[in-house]
């Protein structure tokens, strides 16, 4: 399931580079390959979609608040790697995140003040270091 989420991924990546938007509907079915391979590669099905959907509302009351300044596509990306990695790897992920966006914020602001932060490109790029840092024994 991680490869295809990290496919889906760079997939994204290019979109956001090339166009700065995603549409929904490549979003969506995405999203809902990885929910489906995860619901049914689950013990307890019926727990995974509560679970998963409790999340996504969650995502999406953020997605809300946050719409100023994040896109939504980047809320459906999060849930996404959500559903690769679970809630136990979201806090080494989210920290990743929040490293990576920092040197690319201070790159940026060097150069150019109005340059747009394609975020998924970024989130990949977390989403990576989070796969290797857990697949490498640091935390097993």
């Given amino acids: 399931m991680m490869c295809i989420a990290f496919i889906l991924l760079v997939f994204y990546s290019v979109l956001d580079i090339q166009y700065?938007?995603?549409s929904t509907w490549?979003?969506?079915a995405g999203i809902l390959l990885v929910f489906s391979i995860g619901a049914v590669s689950s013990d307890n099905i019926s727990r995974y979609i509560i679970k998963s959907l409790a999340v996504y509302i969650g995502i999406c009351l953020f997605a809300r608040a946050l719409r100023k300044w994040v896109g939504e596509a980047?809320?459906?990306?999060?849930y996404l790697i959500y559903l690769t990695m679970g809630a136990q790897n979201m806090y080494i992920y989210i920290f990743m995140l929040?490293?990576?966006c920092s040197g690319v914020y201070m790159l940026l602001s060097k150069s150019d003040r109005n340059k747009r932060l394609p975020l998924i490109p970024v989130m990949t790029a977390a989403y990576?270091?989070?796969i290797f840092i857990i697949r490498g024994g640091v935390y097993w």
């Fill in 74 to 78: 980047d809320f459906d990306i999060i």
């Fill in 26 to 28: 490549k979003l969506q």
């Fill in 20 to 22: 700065e938007e995603i």
């Fill in 98 to 100: 929040l490293v990576l």
């Fill in 128 to 130: 990576v270091i989070t």
